[in-house]
């Protein structure tokens, strides 16, 4: 039944692997959500659980022009590939979601008056020459370099956000993420976390890309969910980093990942992608004092849970080749 202060969330791209938790964290909270996905990279298969509550999926390519009827309370802006993999395979198309698609939920946004919370990125700090990096940092990416498809259509993204913020006075805010992790991340995603997780379990060399000294810094998906439930209700309309500020290096989460499965695999070294950020790590000083935010899942508790969500799909798979 539909009552009349019931809060209305449109998720752009609510069937991947951030906006899959949203979604369902705002439907645990009472909201009714509308997730919209063009299934680029997400999957039904990460709503299908949702199916039978106040949750509808619109299958739809946001460049194009959206239409959602009735109220719609908060626009969550989180469609895009994330992973490296993902947006080097898609690099047009991962322009196109985050100028084109960023313009188009803005629209929405305006016409709906909807508080909008654009997903960006540590992406836009580049391959950073301060650290850890605050928000007030410019940046130091490569335009025409192999992840610029990305860092630059977030960048745009921002610039898109405070420009609707500016001019035409919409309520908007703007999460740079950290690098994330948790259940529901694609076996073949290709980022770290999930890489060498399904390699330890695989009992395959875990591949270390470089020599592995690079850092980087990552937090659980449920930390994350809650931090962007507080910025979305917040009044910070600059950018916010949102992180877990527990920096390690490659080689440090690899090993984590080998002792916390208990796996015998080996580390091998492949050759370091062109533009790989040296150092990530976030300063979450703002979140701290303007959200009273912070994460509490450790590394190796955040990869206990998610190793059990990986153990399952993966022996999911392996019983229905057994099958076929
Ligand atoms: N990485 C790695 N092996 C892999 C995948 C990634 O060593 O199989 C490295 C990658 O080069 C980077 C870090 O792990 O230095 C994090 O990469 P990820 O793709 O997770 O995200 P990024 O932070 O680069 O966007």
New binding site residues.
């Given amino acids: 039944m539909k009552r009349n202060d019931q809060k209305h969330a449109c998720v752009t791209g609510g069937a991947g692997f951030l906006g899959s938790h949203l979604c369902e964290f705002f439907l645990d909270r009472g909201w009714r959500v509308t997730c919209i996905d063009n299934f680029s990279t997400g999957t039904p298969d990460n709503v299908f659980h949702l199916q039978n509550r106040d949750f509808e999926i619109i299958h739809m390519d946001l460049t194009n022009y959206i239409y959602i009827s009735g109220r719609v309370d908060f626009i969550l802006h989180f469609a895009s590939p994330a992973?490296?993999r993902d947006y080097l395979e898609l690099p047009i198309q991962t322009l196109k979601v985050g100028s084109l698609g960023t313009h188009k939920a803005l629209g929405l946004a305006r016409a709906k008056n909807s508080v909008f919370l654009l997903a960006s990125t540590s992406?836009v700090y580049g391959d950073p020459l301060s650290h850890p990096q605050r928000e007030d940092y410019w940046g130091n990416v490569n335009p025409i370099g192999p992840r610029g498809v990305y860092d630059e259509a977030k960048r745009f993204a921002e610039a898109m956000t405070m420009a609707y913020h500016r001019t035409h006075g919409l309520n908007t805010k703007i999460a740079r993420i950290f690098?994330t992790y948790g259940p529901r991340m694609r076996l073949e995603d290709?980022?770290?976390?999930p890489?060498f997780l399904k390699q330890a379990l695989q009992g395959e060399d875990l591949?270390?890309?470089?020599d592995?000294k690079?850092t980087?810094s990552f937090c659980f998906i449920t930390d994350l969910v809650e931090g962007l439930s507080r910025l979305l209700l917040s009044d910070c309309h600059n950018p916010v980093n949102l992180g877990n500020p527990e920096e390690l290096t490659?080689l440090q989460a690899a090993e984590t990942i080998l002792k916390v499965t208990g796996s015998r695999s080996r580390i091998s070294h492949l050759p370091?992608?062109e533009d790989?950020?040296k150092v990530?790590q976030p300063d979450i000083t703002l979140a701290r004092t303007r959200l009273k935010w912070e994460p509490k899942i450790g590394f190796e508790e955040g990869l206990r849970r998610t190793m059990i969500d990986f153990q399952n799909r993966l022996s999911e798979t392996e019983e229905s080749s057994a099958r076929s």
Avoid: F, H, K
């Fill in positions: 992973s490296p992406e690098n290709g980022r770290a976390i890489t591949t270390v890309y470089g592995g690079q980087r490659v370091l992608p790989d950020p990530r």
